[in-house]
């Protein structure tokens, strides 16, 4: 799984971005033919001015030709600007297209990936490469390629024209361009060493500058010691260190290139005046070098500046490139129907990190109709254990069936379609109540939405906010508690009609009355369906049809909460450490009455 392109040296950048490119070859022929035609425009009015002040110096002027110069400068300035805007207009629309056709491919690559793939660490690149990176494919279609060709044909062109005017005089106001080019490459060649530099610096910074903008309390409360800011202050200064590095690595070849092709007139000025002493020369040609010279500057001018883009440009294609290349979750080349059945553990194993397995040879059955729980120490385990089953990542041995189907085995949309995860961070889009719901099954009706949100306990809650279903809620609108969150994210579950159900910490936010009526929402849940809950309070799942017990990535123990109380194993060690820290907790007085409702449930429901 890569991440970022490693080093894209500069060719392996161009031959990429040939290749992102290529749907715009056709509207990019044209428009470079069109930007080559208006630059060639621009010598005109050179060879008029020429052709003037030769009239004049040999006395052979007269108005009416003047005047057909005149003309015929007008008309190629009015076609030069005329083509001019059409090669930009092409290009532009070409490079929109292949932005948005690059943009939609990324999409569908994403789609396509195992959710394993996705992370915090790597979201800021995904949304990079789809923002930033794209748009610089923008610069190099729409202004760098029209740009750059016609540069190169207008220096070539009037380099020709020069030399046929007057070879020695032309060699004396160009040849300071091949040094000047050369003393650019010197800059530019290993530029891709500061890019990365640079690029990561700033995606460094950007992740922990969103990071605190997002929890500003937990910065003001906890940055005493600058545990916070202190990593952010070293990213600035490695974000300018990067900037100051590439800065002085380039200041010498960029001022050095822009002085020599600046400097045409230092050498053909003195070579000129020489050759017209000695009669060598005529002064309409030394006047035209002279003007011609400092007239190619401005093309090389645009190359300079493209050539200075063109390294960013290329890491950018590189690391648009690196994502359309990341693999896609496998589909079974014959998916297997769907069916409906027990969730099958056998013999389970995977690695995050190979070699040291997070799981090992895990086995269990998830009934259909019953509540089954992970419960185990922190880093068990338990949330690998319920991402594999939603192919986050593949196992690397035994295998994960659902009634009887390897989960690799089914199309990942019959797959999905089969699952509801409720995670630990309850996450809610900034919308509506009610569109949060619709996001478990687009087309529900509001008295389905009432029906789930009266089972998952929260609609009470909503009917009291000032708008209903229709409470605008996250950011910008009303901000929910994190249980009540859990039960809207539980309903939203729930909506969706999933046979298989899982819980990953749904009470871990919860007080204990939201905590209670989760408990309820789990219950009206597990009619038909298959339930997984993961918690770490044991008093959650007590009552669960049966617990699993994961320590270490492995199954410890697997039985009904007495059963395993009795065997005094680690669930047992597990259950009385919980409840010396309740005792502890009851000195206060704070949970009598949960603890003791608590209890009862877990007598009558198990
Ligand atoms: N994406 C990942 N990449 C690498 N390691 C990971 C990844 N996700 C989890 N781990 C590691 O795998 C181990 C098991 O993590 P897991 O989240 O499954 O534990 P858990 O039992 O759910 O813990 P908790 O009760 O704290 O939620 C941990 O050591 C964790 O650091
Ligand atoms: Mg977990």
Redesign the pocket.
Known sequence: MSDLPDRPDFTAGLRILARLCRPALRPMLVSTGLAIVSTALELVPFVAFFLAIRDLLDGSADGGRFLVLALVVAVASTVRFVTWSWALKISHLAAFDVMADLRLEIARTLAQLPL?WF?RRRSGKVQRALTDDVQRLEVLLAHAIPELASALVFWVAAAIWLLAVDWVLALAALGLAPVAFFVQWLGMHDSSVHVRRITAAADDLHGRAAEVLRHPPVVRLFDRFGTITGPIEAAIDEAVAADEAWSRRYAGTGTGFRVLITADFVIALPVGVWLLARGSTDAPSLVLVLLLGAGILQPLERAYRLGFRLSWISYAGATVDAMLQETALPEPREPQPPQIGPVEFDRVTFA??PPTP??SDVSFRAEVGEVTA?V????????????LLSRFWDVDDGSIRIGGVDVRDLHSSDLFAQLALVF?DPFLFSDTVAGNLRVGRADATDEELTAACRAARIHDTIAALPNGYDTHIGAGGIDLSGGERQRLTIARAMLRNAPIVVL??ATAMADPDSEAAIQEAISELVAGRTLIV?A?RLRTVASADRIVV?DD?RVVEIGRHGDLVDAGGTYATMWNDMRIAESLHLGDGGHVGEGRRVDERTGGGS
């Open positions: 394993g992370s995050h990190e997070t799981v992970l185990g120490p922190s880093g068990a385990g338990k949330s690998t254990l319920a991402r630990q990953d910490e993961i770490h994961v990535g």
